[in-house]
Nanobody, 114 residues
């Protein structure tokens, strides 16, 4: 059974850093392009970036230079390192992959206070 479980969110102050995780089961992150999205209150889900099989990454302009995606194949886990956080980064963060259909975790809440 395919499952994605995000964790590591929380309440931080502006300027802080936070790393959130996505543990996958039923798939191998080493073989799959894994993506991160977020959804702010009252807004549509926003693409943040992805990491491909070989480890290459692509980022949305809104987070490029501040966010970094990595993975640990041994732990079957994908990470999103977030630096210089801003209040507008507040939202629920989701990992995702596509295999015929889109699979999503339940998300982890990140709140950045000013």
């Amino acid at each position: 059974q395919v499952q994605l479980v995000e964790s590591g969110g929380g309440l931080v102050q502006a300027g802080a850093s936070l790393r959130i995780s996505c543990v996958a089961s039923g798939i191998l992150v080493n073989d799959t392009t894994m993506s991160w999205y977020r959804q702010a209150p009252g807004k549509t889900r926003e693409f943040l970036g992805y990491i491909v099989r070989g480890g290459g990454t692509v980022y949305a302009e809104s987070v490029k230079g501040r966010f970094a995606i990595s993975k640990d194949n041994a732990k079957n886990t994908v990470y999103l390192q977030m630096n210089s956080l801003k209040p507008e980064d507040t939202g629920v963060y989701y990992c995702s992959f596509t295999r015929g259909v889109n699979y999503w975790g339940r998300g982890t809440q990140v709140t950045v206070s000013s």
